[in-house]
């Protein structure tokens, strides 16, 4: 069983030719040169002085944008370039074109982010579907390879950056990324930076596995596609960044419950966090504020208005976000589903 447990800090694996020091003690040099002999020039403004993780910078080589991503544990950067290499070969899964291994560092070509806090005038509806089903198809690769992302949310999803409306979506590996044997799972905490996107098994943190990427994907469809929220995630347990994680995790599961969960789909998740976890208890009382006092209402994703989806958008996102990690849809099944295979133009919903 594979477990992905918090690190504790550890020191920085820059070590020589020192000329740029931030406040959070990452060390790098201006210039660097690749495994490839490729020397690469970084946009010392691209990072935040007061920065906490590793830093991703901006640079350029040869007249070319890149981005350069520092991964500060040795163990993961051997991990990821793993990863990478046994999707290699998917057009939809975004990989490393160079690598500096010296300081645990890799280059991308630099991209757009999907993500609402761009303009919707500049990237249409019928777009963002594109890049969805792109991305898609780069988690299927990912979990035809046994590996499950765990760490899903808009930063994992990219495009061309160009004025082009064909921009051709890929999905990013993340640190968090685990490659799985059969009939395994991630357990421990879940990742701590995607709380509107993370799937209840992580809120609860219960065994994961691609159906739990599967979960947060359908929570991307929402976040790309329906019109009200721009301003706040249907599952966003902390809006104003105030509460503390046992409110959030209130919020949180009292709206996937009400969203996600019909009386199988309930007694599905019970029986996969099993009977002797520490939220069955928490969990069945927010279950009955539905089904015995009444004093919240079901907002279920297939027949809500509010969230102002497509009718085929919202049938998939219903299957792929069942609370039951049993019986949610496969990334290969949502690729087949009609919202995917339509060749009608989506239009932006009512504001």
Known sequence: MLACAARAPRASPFSRGISVRFAS????????RSDSGVIYKLDESSVHPQRKRPPVYESSADGQKYYVRVIAHKEDFENHLRLESMVSLSPHVRIATDTIQEHQALVYPSPGLLSLRRPRTTLPFSARRRILRDALRGLADLHDNGIVH?????????????????????????????ALGPESWVTGPGPDSNEPHRSP??????RRNQASDVFSFGTLIIYAMAANTAKRLPFDGDPTKSLLLKDRWHRALLRQISMCADNEGFKGFLEHIGPDHPFQKDLVQLYRAF??????????????????????AADLVAKMMNLDPARRITAHEALGHGYFLSNEEDTSPPE
């Open 25 to 32: 003690g990452w060390l790098f040099e201006p210039e660097l």
């Open 150 to 178: 765990d760490k899903l949310g808009p930063w994992a999803i990219f495009y061309e950056d160009t004025e082009s409306p064909n921009q051709n979506g890929k999905i990013g590996i993340s640190v968090n990324s685990v």
């Open 201 to 206: 098994e992580a809120w609860c943190r219960a």
């Open 291 to 312: 089904d015995e006092d009444n004093s919240h209402q079901r907002a279920p994703i297939a027949t809500d208005n509010s969230l102002t989806l497509q009718p085929d």
